[in-house]
């Protein structure tokens, strides 16, 4: 299979709908085109991760999610972590280490989704928070018990904290 025509049918200054026609079919696909996103996983020099609560219109509720947020045109991924770690949870990471690169929906998303990993941050001086945006630091032994509440339950998000345990070892969360 192969794209042989594509088209944008609708456009706002979030997304745009793609029309994609496949190999022999007459009706196309349709897939969301919007920018690429990063996620921080973030521990605080007290062992804490970083993470940020805020209400989200599409699923009309209030989550507990990882910094991130999306890639700027012009802005590498490294950055939009980096400056997202900052404007959300106020916090600087000298060093990112860039987990992988995920696919966040192949049905319907042509976007990727940017996971980094900041074993080590320093508070940002005058840090206010955005208004809407809540950062929230949990110990990492604690992790455990909002997965299974279900009180962290952002898919990416999981998918994110996965390579980071799959890189790091699962004492990085004190996981059993």
Known sequence: MHIRQRRVEFTTPWFQIVAKNTGDHTAPHYALRTLDYVSVVAFTPQRELALVRQFRPAVECVTLELPGGHVDAGE???????????????????????????????????????????????????????????????????????????????ALNLAALLLAVARHGPALFALK
């Open 76 to 154: 590498t991924p490294e950055a939009a972590a980096r400056r997202e770690l900052a404007e959300e949870c106020g916090l600087h990471a000298p060093q990112l280490e860039c987990l992988g690169v995920l696919l966040s929906d192949t049905g319907r998303i042509e976007n990727r989704l940017w996971c980094f990993f900041a074993r080590e941050t320093a508070r940002v001086d005058g840090f206010r928070p955005e208004t809407d945006v809540q950062p929230v630091f949990v110990p990492a032994a604690a992790l455990t018990g909002l997965l299974l509440r279900g009180e962290f339950n952002h």
